[in-house]
């Protein structure tokens, strides 16, 4: 007989890969077989496996379902050539491409846009439990956006920005890329992004806190796509609604790669770039990330504000 120790570990190792309880449930029918050989308990661990059985056929039938429902929408668009796909719960998705831009393209671009983009420390305001009263709290890193339309997103409103002219580098920079993208991503006239958000982490010290992208502005299901130029920096991705304040997931973003998330990423799951434990200032830690986004419509008139 299995001493009880090793009954306690092989649940665990059941728990891992077999489901939440069926683990538990396995660990319970074992013990009872190996206490009583019995008739009736084996009845019972038969009805049991059939049970289990039946829910995973259920399961299975709903991931289906899921499946055809998203691909029906276009939600399923395949991988780029050069990409891998994750594929997460509830029908979001990621991509990820670690060589879209090679390392001469990447330091030329991470060098114009640092130099030329209109770069802003954003305040925002949050609640201070101490003095009861709202404070300023500037965001740990700077931003930039481009784009036709004006963008309500995290409580500010980017304004309308287009090249002013042929010696407007930085905004005709991102105009090209943003073409470049949808090229490459083979986005039809409806999908193709027209919006970029820029941020910019100084050191090792800048973050972005957990979020989601999912303003009314993207529509359902929004398509994003991150370029990462600079210093790799860790990605951490986790289901909303967890009560777990770390990361499910993690991915490296390195320089000249590309991210693009999709299906329902935005409305089932939170991303953030938290800081860096180590000390990172003994090298250029400098990352800049461009997003492309598909605002679908202008912001509502009455929270058009500019901060
Ligand atoms: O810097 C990154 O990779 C993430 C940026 C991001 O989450 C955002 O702009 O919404």
Redesign the pocket.
């Known amino acids: 007989m299995m001493p009880l120790a090793s009954h306690r570990m092989s649940c665990r190792g059941y728990r891992v890969c077999g489901g939440r309880y069926a683990g538990i449930r396995r660990c319970i029918r074992r013990g009872a077989a190996s206490g009583s050989s019995s008739s009736s308990s084996a009845a019972a661990a038969a009805r049991e496996e059939s049970s289990e059985e039946e829910e995973e056929a259920l399961k299975h039938a709903a991931r289906l379902r899921l499946r055809r429902k998203l691909d029906r929408r276009g939600l399923l668009r395949p991988p780029t050539e050069n990409a891998s796909r994750y594929t997460l719960a509830k029908g979001a998705w990621y991509d990820y491409e670690a060589k879209y831009m090679n390392d001469v393209e990447a330091r030329h671009l991470m060098d114009l846009l640092l130099e030329n983009e209109p770069w802003t420390q954003v305040v925002c305001k949050a609640y201070d439990p101490l003095r009861d009263t709202l404070k300023d709290v500037p965001q740990p890193r700077l931003t930039s956006h481009m784009g036709h339309i004006a963008y309500r997103y995290s409580g500010q409103t980017l304004e309308p920005r287009v090249p002013t002219g042929e010696d407007d580098v930085s905004a005709n920079a991102l105009a090209a890329l943003m073409a470049r993208v949808n090229d490459h991503l083979d986005l039809s006239e409806d999908e193709r992004f027209n919006h970029v958000?820029l941020?910019y982490?100084r050191d090792g010290k800048d973050s972005?806190g957990w979020?989601a992208?999912a303003e009314p502005q993207l529509g359902r299901c929004p398509l994003i796509a991150?370029l990462?130029l600079g210093t790799p920096?860790s990605?951490h991705i986790k289901r909303k609604g967890s009560r777990n304040r770390r990361a499910t997931r993690h991915v490296v973003?390195t320089d000249g790669s590309l991210l693009v998330m999709g299906g329902t990423f935005q409305h089932t799951y939170l991303?953030s770039?938290p800081p860096e434990k180590t000390d990172m200032t003994t090298r250029d830690s400098r990352r800049i990330?461009v997003?492309f986004r598909r605002l679908v419509c202008e912001p509502p008139p009455a929270t058009k504000t500019t901060m």
């Open positions: 958000v941020n982490y972005i979020h992208d991150a990462s920096r990605f973003l991303h770039v990330n997003t």
